[in-house]
């Protein structure tokens, strides 16, 4: 098989956020393949960043805005991204509290719960794991581990012995 390198990760909404700004918010992920001269460009949003970015891009790109209109609309845009980023984070707490109460309450009846059937590296582990290892690469949404957790298991990644040789390059 190929080997695929981590080429650039830019956490644009991190970056916006670090500006003191609301606004576009992705995760830019490029990606090389030994052997293909063009990188992959991967974009992670949520459904939410999704519909506010193509909505932006549909009315500043593909319209004419009448120059008097501009900074309503900037304003309006701004706001949006910001009610988007707070739902973002509430749909995310909610989740995360859903998955926690769950999986209390299937601890305690002592059934084995799917999570435990799941061959990927746990997130919790994972984010711990590449945190230590990259230090300074800041810091990161949950749910960009579990993608990742995902990821490696399609590469047949299940064991952090595994994901540092892959990192190794042994």
Do not use: C
């Not at 098989?1 to 992920?29: K, N, P």
């Not at 707490?93 to 309450?105: D, K, Q, W």
């Not at 230090?135 to 579990?146: C, K, L, N, Q």
Request: charged letters at 30%; a negative charge.
């Amino acid at each position: 098989a190929d080997e695929m390198r981590l080429l650039d990760d830019r956490d644009m909404g991190l970056e916006t956020a670090r500006e003191g700004r609301w606004g576009y918010a992705s995760r830019h992920v490029l990606v090389g393949v030994e052997g293909e001269q063009q990188p992959a460009s991967i974009q992670v949003r949520t459904v939410l960043q999704h519909a506010w970015a193509e909505f932006e891009h549909d009315v500043r790109y593909k319209g004419s805005i009448p120059a008097e209109h501009v900074p309503d609309l900037d304003r309006r845009f701004t706001l949006a991204a910001g009610l988007l980023e707070l739902a973002d984070r509430e749909f995310t707490a909610i989740r995360e509290r859903l998955r926690v109460t769950v999986s209390g309450e299937e601890m305690t009846e002592g059934t084995r719960t799917e999570e435990s059937d799941d061959p990927r590296i746990a997130t919790p582990v994972l984010a711990t794991y590449l945190g230590n290892r990259y230090a300074d690469a800041g810091w990161s949404r949950t749910d960009h581990y579990a993608w990742i957790s995902g990821l490696l298991l399609e590469l047949g990644i299940t064991s952090l012995d595994e994901l540092s040789a892959a990192l190794d390059g042994v």
